[in-house]
C-alpha cells in the first residue's frame, strides 16, 4: 500500500489538482522519481493539474522549459507564479500604466510587462505606485533604501511571497519574506502577500482549473501547501519527497488527509476510491 497516513476517500470525484513545484515534482534540477508519469496518469484520469509556486524569479518560459526537459508538458495556463497572481490582481484593481519598483528577478519584470506596468529601474527615483518585492539574490543597502523612500511616499507594498528561507545545499538561505520584513521594519508600512497560503494565490489557481469543483493540493510544505488547501477547504496531500520528513508527520499543522511518500503513489490511489 502507497499510502503513509490518511483516508483516500478524501480524494474521492477528484477534479482537479493544485500541485506544487519544488519537493514534489523536483528538487532544485533533479526531477523526483515517477513525478512526470504520475502527471501524464493524472491527466489521463481526468484530473486538471495546474502547478504553482511562490518562486516568481524565472519566467514562465524558464518552467515551461524546465518541466519539459523533464518530461512535464505545460501551458502557461497550467502554471501560477506568485509573479502571475499579482499580476492578475493589479490588473483587475486597474494598475496598467502606473509604475513600480522591483525587488526581485526576471519573473516579476515579466509579469509587469504582461499588464502594462512600467517598471523603474532609475536608481535615483524614489518614487511609485508599487514596491514589488521578490527574492533578489543582488540586494543591497541601497535597493533597501530606494524600496523604503518609494513607500515612505505612499507607494504599494506588494510581495510574492512571505516565505523566511528556503533550503539549500548548505543550509537555510534567506527567502524572499526576509527581505520584505526589512523593507517594512525600514519603511513602517505593510506589505499585501500574494504566494502560498495567501488566498490571492489559492483563488488564481482555482481560476486556472476551470470549473473543477473537487480539488485537491500537493505539497511538501504544511505552513505553505497544506495551509493554503485549508483555507480554501480543499483536499490536502502531504508529499515526503520534499522538506517534510516522514519522522515530523504526527506534528505537522494543519493536519494532511493524506500523506504520500511521493507524488508517483497518487494516480494508483484515485484508482482505488
Ligand atoms: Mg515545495
Known amino acids: 500500500m502507497s499510502l503513509v497516513a490518511g483516508n483516500v476517500e478524501a480524494l474521492a470525484g477528484l477534479e482537479g489538482l493544485v500541485c506544487d513545484l519544488d ?4 528538487r532544485g534540477p533533479e526531477p523526483i522519481e515517477g513525478s512526470p508519469e504520475a502527471i501524464e496518469r493524472l491527466r489521463e484520469l481526468g484530473v486538471h493539474v495546474v502547478f504553482c509556486t511562490n518562486n516568481a524569479n524565472p519566467t514562465i518560459g524558464r518552467y515551461i522549459e524546465k518541466l519539459g526537459s523533464m518530461g512535464v508538458s505545460v ?4 502554471l ?5 497572481v499579482m ?7 486597474g494598475a496598467a500604466g502606473r509604475s513600480a519598483i522591483v525587488v526581485g528577478g526576471e519573473g516579476l519584470r515579466e509579469a509587469f510587462d504582461s499588464i502594462d506596468v512600467v517598471v523603474d529601474d532609475d536608481p535615483s527615483s524614489r518614487t511609485a505606485d508599487y514596491v ?7 540586494f543591497t543597502y541601497e535597493s533597501l533604501k530606494r524600496a523604503s523612500f518609494a513607500v515612505q511616499d505612499g507607494a504599494r507594498l506588494v510581495a510574492a511571497n ?8 548548505d543550509g537555510l538561505w534567506p527567502g524572499a519574506g526576509s527581505l520584505v520584513a526589512a523593507i517594512e521594519v525600514a519603511s513602517g508600512g505593510r ?3 500574494m504566494g502560498k497560503p495567501h488566498e490571492a494565490m489559492m483563488r488564481v489557481a482555482a481560476r486556472h482549473l476551470g470549473g473543477a469543483s473537487k480539488i485537491a493540493i500537493a505539497g511538501d510544505r504544511p505552513n505553505t501547501d497544506l495551509e493554503g488547501g485549508r483555507v480554501m477547504g480543499w483536499a490536502t496531500i502531504l508529499v515526503l519527497s520534499g522538506v517534510t520528513a516522514r519522522a515530523e508527520i504526527d506534528q505537522v499543522e494543519p493536519r494532511p488527509d493524506i ?11 484515485l484508482t482505488e476510491v
Open 23 to 26: 519537493g514534489v515534482i523536483y
Open 75 to 78: 501551458e502557461r495556463d497550467d
Open 80 to 84: 501560477v507564479t506568485s509573479a502571475v
Open 87 to 93: 499580476a492578475e490582481l493589479l490588473a483587475e484593481e
Open 132 to 138: 514589488v518585492v521578490g527574492f533578489d539574490p543582488d
Open 162 to 169: 512571505a516565505d523566511a528561507s528556503f533550503p539549500a545545499p
Open 191 to 193: 506589505a499585501r502577500v
Open 259 to 269: 500523506v504520500l511518500e511521493r507524488l508517483a503513489d497518487l494516480p494508483d490511489l
